[in-house]
């Protein structure tokens, strides 16, 4: 429900005015033009209607000081006015009135009104939403940020940038779909957010590409705590929602004036500031002005590398399910490993039987709890990896071709009891690890 704030210092115009109002409009009145600047400082409504003759203050220097608050001048307002002459409409709307309602007013006309005026500011913010704002998050888009970080640098105010990629973001977006992605793209639009104050300037670059401005911040401790922030929010939100071995974050950080003296310099130290985390293993941030050798920021000493790799282990019970590339990985050594110690080695794929243009939904569902009971059904030495958008597949150690039927049978039970209601039907196939021939000889 749109909000309306009503000055005027008659009480039955008060009463009058919101007695019509208050069946389509949220509103509160006041009796002064102090007393309205009072409640801006606190609430800002939707639209104001404004008497123009009051005492102390009157409507007119009212309408002066709220044009003059960058935080209020866009809200549009209505004078309320007994003066019928053409000299005072005009004025009102050269003090930057959007309308004028003459007193007595006619109920049916003052809604008129309002209605245009809030249905004018309406589409006004469509359009500009539309040219400043990503329609996926909310956040700025790359061309207002940039204005908006010229006109800061313009007034000579240090700032820092934040550049953030979200590491490996494809993987996401390949095994999940898109619209997982887009849900991850969201919940980290809204974590930068939280991590930002109402000056600072927060912009989806496209993709899974951030900025992140502070404005009149300079300080490298303040920036690292809030690169520290940021990491481990985005951490323990992919940890709940399982996809904390497949994405983590970069940051890379450059600081104005020192690091670039315009937008472009600026943007680009960030970026190779961003260039060199990745570079060095993801998952954390540097400073443009640091020294690539011994940076502070990122991994220097076996203890340290340790500390990140602990952090990020999996000890939930049941098989380790791991992404795509990790799973090639593994899948290489056991081969090696098995090979060498002339150890037992079991394949199991399970594939959803899916009919040409199968419903999409359906199969993301049925997925879901195959992944599920499997996680359930097999053990912690075990690696799963769900292979495509209808497979999965499992390494057995040490299981020969028995154990891998009898592991099948068991998983297929347990997606049996917790598949949807239209789940659709799985088949398995099972085969022996074909052991590399370098390790054979």
Same mark, same amino acid.
């Given at each position: 429900?749109?909000?309306?704030?009503?000055?005027?210092?008659?009480?039955?115009?008060?009463?009058?005015?919101?007695?019509?109002?208050?069946? #389509?409009?949220?509103?509160?009145?006041?009796?002064?033009?102090?007393?309205?600047?009072?409640?801006?400082?606190?609430?800002?409504?939707?639209?104001?209607?404004?008497?123009?003759?009051?005492?102390?203050?009157?409507?007119?220097?009212?309408?002066?000081?709220?044009?003059?608050?960058?935080?209020?001048?866009?809200?549009?307002?209505?004078?309320?006015?007994?003066?019928?002459? =053409?000299?005072?409409?005009?004025?009102?709307?050269?003090?930057?009135?959007?309308?004028?309602?003459?007193?007595?007013?006619?109920?049916?006309?003052?809604?008129?009104?309002?209605?245009?005026?809030?249905?004018?500011?309406?589409?006004?913010?469509?359009?500009?939403?539309?040219?400043?704002?990503?329609?996926?998050?909310?956040?700025?888009?790359?061309?207002?940020?940039?204005?908006?970080?010229?006109?800061?640098?313009?007034?000579?105010?240090?700032?820092?940038?934040?550049?953030?990629?979200?590491?490996?973001?494809?993987?996401?977006?390949?095994?999940?779909?898109?619209?997982?992605?887009?849900?991850?793209?969201?919940?980290?639009?809204?974590?930068?957010?939280?991590?930002?104050?109402?000056?600072?300037?927060?912009?989806?670059?496209?993709?899974?590409?951030?900025?992140?401005?502070?404005?009149?911040?300079?300080?490298?401790?303040?920036?690292?705590?809030?690169?520290?922030?940021?990491?481990?929010?985005?951490?323990?939100?992919?940890?709940?929602?399982?996809? #904390?071995?497949?994405?983590?974050?970069?940051?890379?950080?450059?600081?104005?004036?020192?690091?670039?003296?315009?937008?472009?310099?600026?943007?680009?130290?960030?970026?190779?500031?961003?260039?060199?985390?990745?570079?060095?293993?993801? *998952?954390?941030?540097?400073?443009?002005?640091?020294?690539?050798?011994?940076?502070?920021?990122?991994? #220097?000493?076996?203890?340290?590398?340790?500390?990140?790799?602990?952090?990020?282990?999996?000890?939930?019970?049941?098989?380790?399910?791991?992404?795509?590339?990790?799973?090639?990985?593994?899948?290489?050594?056991?081969?090696?490993?098995?090979?060498?110690?002339?150890?037992?080695?079991?394949?199991?794929?399970?594939?959803?039987?899916?009919?040409?243009?199968?419903?999409?939904?359906?199969?993301?569902?049925?997925?879901?709890?195959?992944?599920?009971? =499997?996680?359930? #059904?097999?053990?912690?030495?075990?690696?799963? *990896?769900?292979?495509?958008?209808?497979?999965?597949?499992?390494?057995?150690?040490?299981?020969?071709?028995?154990?891998?039927?009898?592991?099948?049978?068991?998983?297929?039970?347990?997606?049996?009891?917790?598949?949807?209601?239209?789940?659709?039907?799985?088949?398995?196939?099972?085969?022996?690890?074909?052991?590399?021939?370098?390790?054979?000889?």
């Amino acid at each position: 429900m749109k909000h309306i704030l009503i000055v005027d210092d008659s009480k039955t115009n008060l009463i009058m005015a919101r007695q019509e109002l208050s069946e #389509s409009y949220e509103v509160t009145p006041v009796i002064s033009g102090e007393q309205a600047l009072q409640f801006l400082e606190k609430r800002i409504p939707d639209l104001i209607l404004l008497d123009i003759n009051m005492p102390v203050m009157d409507g007119k220097e009212t309408l002066a000081k709220i044009k003059a608050n960058s935080m209020w001048s866009n809200i549009p307002v209505i004078f309320l006015t007994s003066d019928e002459s =053409a000299e005072t409409e005009a004025e009102c709307l050269r003090l930057g009135a959007e309308d004028y309602i003459r007193k007595p007013f006619v109920a049916k006309v003052m809604k008129s009104r309002i209605e245009r005026v809030i249905s004018m500011y309406n589409k006004a913010n469509d359009y500009k939403d539309m040219a400043e704002k990503d329609p996926l998050t909310g956040l700025y888009n790359r061309k207002y940020t940039e204005e908006l970080i010229k006109k800061s640098i313009e007034t000579n105010t240090v700032g820092m940038l934040f550049m953030i990629d979200l590491d490996n973001f494809k993987i996401i977006n390949d095994e999940k779909g898109h619209s997982e992605g887009d849900h991850v793209i969201r919940i980290f639009a809204d974590i930068l957010r939280q991590h930002a104050r109402t000056d600072d300037i927060v912009c989806r670059l496209g993709g899974d590409e951030f900025i992140l401005y502070l404005v009149g911040v300079n300080d490298r401790k303040i920036g690292a705590d809030r690169a520290k922030s940021i990491l481990t929010a985005l951490t323990n939100r992919l940890v709940e929602m399982g996809y #904390s071995k497949a994405c983590s974050v970069s940051l890379g950080i450059a600081i104005y004036p020192q690091d670039g003296k315009d937008f472009y310099n600026l943007y680009n130290n960030a970026d190779k500031a961003l260039y060199l985390v990745k570079k060095n293993g993801k *998952n954390s941030f540097r400073f443009y002005s640091d020294e690539e050798d011994g940076d502070e920021q990122l991994p #220097s000493s076996l203890a340290n590398i340790c500390f990140l790799i602990e952090g990020r282990q999996d000890y939930s019970e049941g098989v380790y399910n791991v992404m795509y590339d990790e799973f090639r990985y593994i899948f290489n050594f056991i081969s090696r490993y098995a090979a060498r110690n002339k150890r037992p080695v079991q394949l199991l794929l399970f594939t959803l039987q899916c009919e040409l243009g199968e419903n999409r939904d359906r199969i993301i569902a049925s997925m879901d709890a195959l992944e599920s009971a =499997a996680t359930v #059904s097999l053990r912690m030495v075990d690696v799963g *990896n769900r292979f495509s958008d209808k497979q999965y597949i499992v390494i057995l150690l040490d299981a020969d071709k028995d154990n891998a039927k009898t592991v099948a049978l068991r998983v297929m039970s347990k997606y049996e009891l917790i598949k949807p209601q239209d789940g659709l039907r799985v088949s398995y196939e099972t085969c022996p690890l074909r052991m590399r021939k370098a390790e054979e000889k």
